[in-house]
Protein backbone atom coordinates (compact mmCIF):
# COMPACT_ATOMS: atom_id res chain seq x y z
CA UNK A 1 0.00 0.00 0.00
CA UNK A 2 2.64 2.66 -1.02
CA UNK A 3 1.26 5.93 -1.84
CA UNK A 4 4.16 6.64 -4.45
CA UNK A 5 3.65 3.59 -7.01
CA UNK A 6 0.48 4.01 -9.79
CA UNK A 7 -0.36 0.90 -9.78
CA UNK A 8 -0.52 0.43 -6.03
CA UNK A 9 -3.46 0.92 -4.17
CA UNK A 10 -3.57 3.85 -2.11
CA UNK A 11 -4.59 3.68 1.83
CA UNK A 12 -8.49 5.51 0.75
CA UNK A 13 -8.75 2.86 -1.71
CA UNK A 14 -8.34 0.11 0.23
CA UNK A 15 -10.53 0.76 2.74
CA UNK A 16 -13.34 1.76 0.14
CA UNK A 17 -12.93 -1.43 -1.45
CA UNK A 18 -12.99 -3.35 1.88
CA UNK A 19 -16.24 -1.35 3.07
CA UNK A 20 -18.86 -3.51 1.81
CA UNK A 21 -19.51 -6.90 2.91
CA UNK A 22 -20.26 -8.51 -0.50
CA UNK A 23 -16.61 -6.89 -1.57
CA UNK A 24 -14.91 -8.13 1.08
CA UNK A 25 -16.92 -11.74 0.46
CA UNK A 26 -15.37 -11.60 -2.99
CA UNK A 27 -11.86 -10.90 -1.78
CA UNK A 28 -11.95 -13.30 0.59
CA UNK A 29 -12.71 -16.26 -2.12
CA UNK A 30 -10.24 -15.09 -4.51
CA UNK A 31 -7.52 -15.17 -1.43
CA UNK A 32 -8.79 -18.30 -0.92
CA UNK A 33 -8.55 -19.90 -4.10
CA UNK A 34 -7.20 -18.19 -6.52
CA UNK A 35 -9.26 -19.41 -9.32
CA UNK A 36 -11.46 -17.92 -12.47
CA UNK A 37 -15.13 -17.97 -11.29
CA UNK A 38 -18.56 -17.50 -13.22
CA UNK A 39 -20.34 -14.83 -11.70
CA UNK A 40 -22.97 -17.14 -10.41
CA UNK A 41 -20.38 -19.38 -8.29
CA UNK A 42 -18.87 -16.68 -7.19
CA UNK A 43 -22.05 -15.27 -6.25
CA UNK A 44 -23.53 -18.31 -4.42
CA UNK A 45 -19.93 -18.14 -2.99
CA UNK A 46 -20.72 -14.17 -1.55
CA UNK A 47 -24.18 -15.62 -0.17
CA UNK A 48 -22.43 -18.73 1.75
CA UNK A 49 -20.15 -16.76 3.21
CA UNK A 50 -22.16 -13.51 4.32
CA UNK A 51 -25.53 -15.90 5.33
CA UNK A 52 -23.27 -18.25 6.89
CA UNK A 53 -24.78 -21.23 5.21
CA UNK A 54 -23.87 -23.32 2.58
CA UNK A 55 -24.11 -23.52 -1.13
CA UNK A 56 -26.56 -25.70 -1.49
CA UNK A 57 -29.26 -23.60 1.04
CA UNK A 58 -28.37 -20.93 -0.87
CA UNK A 59 -31.61 -20.04 -2.56
CA UNK A 60 -32.31 -18.27 -5.77
CA UNK A 61 -33.60 -15.14 -5.12
CA UNK A 62 -31.05 -14.42 -2.97
CA UNK A 63 -28.69 -15.39 -5.69
CA UNK A 64 -30.34 -13.09 -8.25
CA UNK A 65 -29.90 -10.39 -5.74
CA UNK A 66 -26.40 -10.97 -4.84
CA UNK A 67 -25.48 -11.75 -8.39
CA UNK A 68 -27.18 -8.37 -9.90
CA UNK A 69 -25.30 -6.04 -6.86
CA UNK A 70 -21.78 -7.85 -7.82
CA UNK A 71 -22.84 -7.17 -11.46
CA UNK A 72 -23.36 -3.75 -11.72
CA UNK A 73 -21.81 -2.35 -8.59
CA UNK A 74 -19.22 -4.17 -6.70
CA UNK A 75 -17.36 -6.20 -9.74
CA UNK A 76 -16.83 -2.91 -11.70
CA UNK A 77 -15.50 -1.21 -8.24
CA UNK A 78 -12.83 -3.56 -7.46
CA UNK A 79 -11.76 -3.98 -11.36
CA UNK A 80 -10.97 -0.62 -11.28
CA UNK A 81 -8.66 -1.06 -8.52
CA UNK A 82 -7.18 -3.95 -9.92
CA UNK A 83 -8.36 -6.32 -7.01
CA UNK A 84 -9.90 -8.52 -9.66
CA UNK A 85 -10.43 -9.20 -13.41
CA UNK A 86 -13.90 -8.98 -14.07
CA UNK A 87 -14.79 -10.09 -17.77
CA UNK A 88 -18.73 -9.16 -18.05
CA UNK A 89 -18.70 -10.41 -21.79
CA UNK A 90 -17.75 -14.02 -20.67
CA UNK A 91 -18.49 -13.28 -16.90
CA UNK A 92 -15.66 -14.24 -15.42
CA UNK A 93 -13.94 -12.94 -12.26
CA UNK A 94 -10.21 -13.89 -11.53
CA UNK A 95 -7.61 -12.34 -9.11
CA UNK A 96 -5.87 -9.32 -10.36
CA UNK A 97 -2.42 -7.80 -9.18
CA UNK A 98 -3.50 -5.89 -6.10
CA UNK A 99 -5.70 -8.61 -4.29
CA UNK A 100 -2.85 -9.52 -2.18
CA UNK A 101 -2.75 -6.13 -0.89
CA UNK A 102 -5.99 -6.51 0.83
CA UNK A 103 -5.41 -9.72 2.55
CA UNK A 104 -3.86 -8.40 5.54
CA UNK A 105 -7.30 -6.20 5.96
CA UNK A 106 -9.05 -9.10 5.96
Known amino acids: MREDDSNDLSTDEVFIA ?3 EHRRAVIDV ?26 TEVDEETLQRIQVRLLHHHLPHLDDQNILQF ?15 IDPLL
Open 18 to 20: VAA
Open 30 to 55: LLSDPAEYSLEKMAREVATRTNGTSP
Open 87 to 101: DVEAGTIEPDENVDE
